[in-house]
């Protein structure tokens, strides 16, 4: 069992409240975690564009997957800005971000929790026939075929988790790394929020 990882760090605030005073910022977790909200509540409270990778890079019109070079084409011109938020990356173009990222915000939040919520707007999606993904509208034949999003949410979790925690085992050592903050619930992400609001607003 991981021991219990300690509260982010406190913010700074000569800057726009981030560690740091970090102006670039890759959000990485599981599949159902939230990363896409909380790159555009993010946005809202430094005023750094949100880069919503499914819409931007990942997907054309009828779920067809962008071809890899289109992918890092995209990914490196958006990453030269100088302020940014991605809400997530590919492993296509990985490499990109993370050389230009100054700090990473893990949701390392529990399978149960992140799994309830991918079904709830899962099917909130379909009922509502909401554009998702530049465009593309989920179904319940999607749900059930070999690419559902809840496959994908078993296939990775192992994954992801694994990744952001070498993302801040090695921030631990290498100072020259992205910062990175690890959250363990969703509790503890709205107050880190909650305190960036407030630094921001001082």
């Known amino acids: 069992m991981a021991s219990a990882l300690p509260e982010p760090a406190p913010l700074n605030p000569s800057g726009p409240g981030l560690p740091g005073n970090a102006h670039r910022v890759l959000i990485y977790g599981v ?7 909380l790159a555009l509540r993010l946005s809202t409270l430094t005023g750094f564009e949100a880069h919503l990778v499914d819409e931007e890079i990942g997907w054309l019109p009828g779920w067809q997957g962008r071809p890899e070079a289109q992918m890092r084409e995209l990914a490196a011109e958006l990453a030269a800005g100088e302020s940014w938020i991605f809400d997530s990356t590919y492993s ?19 399978r149960s929790l992140t799994l309830f919520r991918l079904i709830r707007r899962t099917v909130r999606r379909i009922v509502r026939r909401e554009q998702v993904c530049n465009g593309n509208v989920e179904t319940w034949a999607k749900v059930f075929s070999s690419d559902s999003i809840l496959i994908w949410h078993f296939k990775s979790f192992t994954r992801k988790r694994r990744a952001m925690r070498e993302f801040a085992a090695q921030a631990a050592m290498d100072h020259s790394a992205p910062r990175v903050l690890l959250f363990k619930h969703p509790d503890q992400t709205d107050r880190w929020l909650a305190s960036l609001s407030d630094a921001v607003g001082s």
Do not use: A, H, M
């Open 92 to 110: 296509k173009f990985r490499d990109l971000l993370l050389s230009r990222t100054e700090l990473i915000i893990g949701l390392d939040y529990p």
């Open 31 to 37: 599949t159902g975690s939230g990363k896409s909200t």
